[in-house]
């Protein structure tokens, strides 16, 4: 039997000075970043054994919310197939395998947009009910009549501790895989090509590639990225397959820190997209397909400020860009320009709208889809480019953004929650006459529709199976508003079930944020939180400044010098659980991962008293030392988000004063969790134990969890993963009260 450890590993100090702007700053642990020291492995290894120690009278609790997801989940299922070219595309898992397996089945003809399904009925009846034994054996077989498995992820994992997959791509002619994979969980892939008629790759491996590549459509060539040092995307290659990855021709190289580098393609196929964007500004190139070794062509030239996207379309007959861009329309506007004259005449096809934040749009040969939020809340509006009869028989609904001045009458979907999302899904094929969309709510499963344009009639494809006795009805999910210090009004988002939760009876609660890089956290439905709510525990989620629920003012407002916005509008969104009866200190928990991890942080140090527990997943706690360090992963682009501390004082001041590591103090914290990731690039897993460290010193009741073969998403595999989230959600239902340790 191992011996629990009778108090917490304390790590050595070793001071090192760190010196900007006559400021002085003696770093104790930056020794903890050296990843390659046994000294660094053997700390983060004792941290594990500490934590394992401390939670080990939850892992009862613990295996059963493993075993609820995995009871409520079916493990043998295959996704709604996806139509490209001449074959339905889908992937589907297997009960006791990990990662899911992509496979494809030929189209019965030209005409056949109707995808195969399991049972419309079993798979989007009532909630809860049991499949029938038609569908239940139907998806217990080998796929689709007619498959082919183009990849086994369990095959490609075997014998690595994390596997992900990252692009994938099929030629246009069908005949070509891309497929590009990750072991480690550092975003390093390497590139394969298989060859679909004979199952076999080819020799050429392309290896340290960034996160984007795809075929142009002829197959013959592939266009990738690479990064820097820093390990940003800044350049673009194209591959002839079956040759020599040493003699790639460089496409594009982005010469500016500040900028990050994407490839893309229009659904249309006829052009090739180059994107360069920091966070405040893009700028994109363009090649017809026509021409794959031909030169990119600039768009627009980039503008500091000025952020802009664009897809093809054809209107009367002419080659149209469509751009949605914020050139003096802080929440964007849709225009669109001649494809031959990007810089000519621009016709006004959706105006800026203070209420409305324009996201984006889809085009295809008969309509255009525009996706946006108003109120907090997701929509989608389409427009049809047929005759006027169709363009009003497109979907019954109301509220559209604003009408255009040009040729495009858009009209929303309407639903009929209180709290939702919905977009759109894949949608790869320029010919479709059907949109594919995704609905969800915090109560409603994940739910897949197509909608078929020129009638309006949505067919109901599949909603995610909820196994056991689960009825939607007995949950209740509503919004409330809290108002922060400057008057500025947040909102909650909030879901619990209604036989638990008694009005003035404060109820053991997870507030859930984020607030950062415009973000945002919308209602959607989880599984695995269904453990929560069924013990009692009142799930909210604060929509702060720094997301982008409110429009681009929203994230403005929480960024940069008001950045202090979004960790105060989290703590008067807490207090106002409490002050209306919701919830209490002693049973109020607070989650945040990544740069909700720095909202946590922040949180910890203003307001500990208000919480009984603090959850931070891959935290970003110590941000000054990682932005003032060019030569880290995101640094100089995070200028644009959080300031440039390297080059203003003010800058350096601002964020000094908010940095959970150096404004650790002696005061009573609550339960603090840190999960992070050896691997991870994103946010280093030297921050979080850095910041464990200082809140040791202050005798703060503090836990390191370290995932030793995993990246910034943690560990990999469906099963993996459940075990996981069952540890993070035991660890909050006994912070919050709901099953106290011994």
Known sequence: ?????????????????????????????????????????AHLEAENVYTDARTRALAPLREQLFSEIKARTRETDLSVPVREGQWWYYTRTVEGQEYGIHCRAPISGPDDWAPPVLNPEAEAGTPGAEETPAAASLVDRAGLPGEQVLLDDNAEAAGHDFYALGSFDVSADATRLLYAVDTEGDERYTIRVRDLTTGENFADEITETGEDALFEPSGRYLFYTTVDDAWRPDTVWRHEVGTDPASDAQVFHEPDD?????????RSRKYLLIEAGSSVTTETRLL???????????????????????????????????????????????VDVAAADPNGPRRMLLPHDESVRLEGVDAFRDFVIAEYRRDGLTQIAIASLGTEAEASAATAGTDAP???????????????????????????????????????????????????????????????????????????QRREWATAADGTRVPISLVYRSDLATPGEPAPTLLYGYGSYEISIDPTFSISRLSLLDRGLVYAIAHVRGGGELGRLWYEHGKELEKRNSFTDFIDC??????????????????GRSAGGLLMGAVANLAPELFSGILAGVPFVDPLTSIL????????????????????????????????????????????????????????????????????EVGADVLLKTEMSAGHGGVSGRYARWREIAFDNAWILDAAGVHPLP
């Open 629 to 696: 360090d060019p030569s880290l992963p995101l640094t100089v682009i995070e200028w644009d988000e959080w300031g440039d501390p390297l080059h203003d004082p003010e800058v350096y001041a601002y964020i000094k004063s908010y940095s959970p590591v150096e404004n650790v103090r002696d005061t009573v914290y609550p339960r603090i969790l840190a999960v992070t990731s050896l691997n991870d690039t994103r946010v280093l897993y030297v921050e979080p134990a850095k910041w464990v460290a200082h809140l040791r």
């Open 1 to 41: 039997m191992t011996t629990a450890p009778l108090g917490p590993p304390l790590a050595a100090k070793k001071p090192v000075e760190r010196l900007h702007h006559n400021d002085l700053f003696v770093d104790d642990y930056e020794w903890l970043r050296d990843k390659e020291s046994p000294e660094v492995l």
């Open 288 to 334: 017809d397909t026509g021409d794959p070794t031909g030169d990119f062509a600039i768009v627009w030239a980039r503008r500091d400020g000025v952020e802009y996207d664009v897809e093809h379309a054809v209107l009367a007959g002419e080659d149209r860009l469509l751009i949605v861009h914020n050139d003096h329309a802080v929440n964007f506007e849709l």
């Open 574 to 591: 807490a207090r106002h659980l409490i002050d209306t009866g919701m919830t209490a200190p002693d049973r109020l928990v607070a989650e």
């Open 402 to 476: 604003a009408g255009a001045a040009g040729p495009l009458a858009f009209t929303e979907l309407a639903f009929d929650e209180p709290l939702f999302t919905a977009g759109t899904g894949a949608n790869p094929e320029w010919e479709q006459p059907t949109i594919r969309f995704g609905y969800t709510s915090f109560v409603t499963p994940s739910t897949v529709y197509d909608l078929v344009v020129a009638t309006g009639e949505r067919r109901l494809l599949k909603q995610q199976t909820v196994r056991g006795a689960y009825d939607p009805a007995r949950y209740e």
């Open 258 to 266: 500040r900028f990050w580098v994407g490839i893309g393609l229009t």
